[in-house]
Each structure stands twice: as C-alpha cells, then as structure tokens.
C-alpha cells in the first residue's frame, strides 16, 4: 500500500521557469491538499480540494495552480519560478475529516 | 494573525517527565483538531485528533479541547528522547474540510 506518493523528490529550477508536481494516493480519499513548508512558518496550505472536479484556495495560492485529474491525483503547478517558492511541498490526502495522510514531501530550490 | 497558533519553542524537558504544547485557534466555526508529530526531514504523522470538549487519552498521549477559550493542548506523559520532533497542531477551518496548521512546536526530550 504505497499510501500518498510525490514526485519528483527533489528539484531545482531557474527563476522563471515551470513545472508540475505531481501526486497520487490510492487510499480513495475524497479530500487531497497541497501545503508548503518553510523554516518557522509550519505548514501553509496553498490548496485544497474536497473531491473530484473541486479546488479552493488556501492560505498562500498566489503563483500556483492546481488540478485535480481523478480522485487519485492532485497536481500543483507553478507557471513562472521565484526564488520566493524555494520551499518543500507536501501533498497530502484524507477520508474527509481532516485526518490526512502525507506524501514524502518535494524539495524545491528555484535559482 | 494565523488562523491556528502555537508557540515555538522549543520546548525542552527531562526523560520521564510530562511534555505540556499547547495551541489557540482563532475560527469559531472549527469544530476539528488534530495533532501531528514531524521528525526532521521527514513528513507529518497524525497522532491525535479530537472533536469534543474534554479530554481524549491514546497510550501516553491525551488531547485537550476547550472550545470556549479556543484552546487545544497535547500531554505527552513519560516522555522518552524518541519524542523530541515538531508537533503540529491543526484544525478544520471553519468546518470547510480545509486543514489549517500552526507553526508548529519543537519538542527536545534530553536523557
């Protein structure tokens, strides 16, 4: 049971540049969300979604965007890479009540 | 202000003594939370959850809510060195299905 996977696990990017994370869970949760963390500031949620063909924002969406494909997957995209989004980003997903399960985290250095 | 707060410690205490993290939230309309323990490098675990007033015991663990002061704490009794991580504390924001954390709380357990 392979549970939340992330890929990739680690990535550097130059300023300006896009990419995509991606995230899978076969736990067949409704809920799945995107947070980031950074030294001090906890985890800081960036978006949810509460099931198939439904995103909202969280606390920092600004210079993300989200989709959510299936009930499986849950992808986070960053359109023009700043050094601001250096960052480790959590995937995570839950059965609807807020206990969520967390993938491995992506390692994001933007250049 | 963020929406769930918690001191950050850290917060250092003795083998075998109880290791008091305490959390405020600030939204009304919260009516879940949750605990989650961080080892460095790795990612989030939830360990308590809790949604009525009172306490919730689980092993050495026991989850405290007072929804009149807004106010959630975590008792680790008998702490052992393998409980020195980050505690996040979290809540449902508004009852939304969105999880909001805290900064979270460093937790040193010296032998």
Known sequence: N???????????????????LQCA?????NSMYWYRQ?????????YYSASEGTTDKGEVPNGYNVSRLNKREFSLRLESAA????????CASSEGQGRAFFGQGTRLTVV | QKEVEQNSGPLSVPEGAI???????SDRGSQSFFWYRQYSGKSPELIMFIYSNGDK???RFTAQLNKASQYVSLLIRDSQPSDSATYLCAADSGNTGKLIFGQGTTLQVKP
Request: net charge negative; with cysteine.
């Open chain 1, 38 to 46: 950074d030294p001090g500031m906890g985890l800081r949620l960036i």
């Open chain 1, 25 to 29: 869970q076969d736990m067949n949760h």
């Open chain 1, 2 to 20: 392979a549970g939340v996977t992330q890929t990739p696990k680690f990535q550097v990017l130059k300023t300006g540049q896009s990419m995509t």
């Open chain 2, 19 to 25: 290791a008091s993290l305490n959390c405020t939230y």
């Open chain 2, 57 to 59: 015991e689980d092993g």
């Open chain 1, 83 to 90: 050094p601001s989004q250096t960052s480790v980003y959590f």
